[in-house]
């Protein structure tokens, strides 16, 4: 069974570092790429990062770029997200997901996701 | 970059009835069109891929058409467990991803 959990958020203050981890089980980790999706307060979805199954390969949202840092541990299956210069705007919950690609790599898609961690930005 | 949006975005409908929702994109992305179905503090859940296809698991009530910039999902006969919020998903441009805004679907 695909397992992923995520760790991490909690309260910190604007313009602070935090930074996130996805534990995953239940798959060969290395084969899929992965990424963070995050929900603020009562809002929908938003893409965050994504990385690819060799870690080589890396995707951010504007919103994020240049202060958000997506990384991935393969000897212990393990994605991880930096968050740098946080902003109230970050305030959200960050759910990790499994990104499965098919059909030569047309056909992308989340098809598992953890129950997400709270980041909570404020003063 | 592409944007989503769905239209409606909350619609209150009665269990059996028949339900559409819509999803429209920038730019055409071929059938590179992703939903899922999200309920009150869980995690999304993939519903259905490349605009059609049905995630394993997922009830047949549920089906999905379209491409290039217009996408429906409709859900034939409503359920009590499907009062949720159903977003749409591109994934045209390989590992940079857009959802639409959300539809809730909530009792009439």
């Known amino acids: 069974e695909v397992q992923l959990l995520e760790s991490g958020g909690g309260f910190v203050q604007p313009g602070g570092s935090l930074r996130l981890s996805c534990a995953t089980s239940g798959f060969t980790f290395g084969s899929y790429a992965m990424g963070w999706i995050r929900q603020a307060p009562g809002k929908g979805l938003e893409w965050v990062s994504t990385?690819?199954?060799?870690?080589?390969?890396?995707y951010y949202a504007d919103s994020v770029k240049g202060r958000f840092i997506i990384s991935r541990d393969g000897s212990d299956s393990t994605l991880s997200l930096q968050l740098n210069s946080l902003r109230a705007a970050d305030t959200a919950v960050y759910f990790c997901?499994?990104?499965?690609?098919?059909?030569?790599?047309?056909?992308?898609?989340?098809?598992?996701w953890g129950q997400g961690t709270l980041v909570t930005v404020s003063s | 970059d592409v944007r989503m949006t769905q239209s409606p975005s909350s619609l209150s409908a009665s269990v059996g009835d028949r339900v559409t929702i819509t999803c429209r994109a920038s730019?055409?992305?071929?059938?590179?069109l992703n939903w899922y179905q999200q309920k009150p503090g869980k995690a999304p859940q993939l519903l259905m891929y490349a605009a059609s296809t049905l995630q394993s698991g997922v009830p047949s009530r549920f089906s999905g058409s379209g491409s290039g910039t217009n996408f429906t999902l409709t859900i034939s006969s409503l359920q009590p467990e499907d009062f949720a919020t159903y977003y749409c998903q591109q994934s045209y441009s390989t590992l940079i991803f857009t959802f639409g805004p959300g539809t809730t679907v909530d009792i009439k």
């Open positions: 990385i690819n199954g060799k870690g080589d390969d890396t």
């Open positions: 997901a499994r990104v499965s690609i098919t059909f030569g790599g047309l056909i992308i898609y989340f098809d598992s």
């Open positions: 730019r055409s992305i071929s059938s590179y």
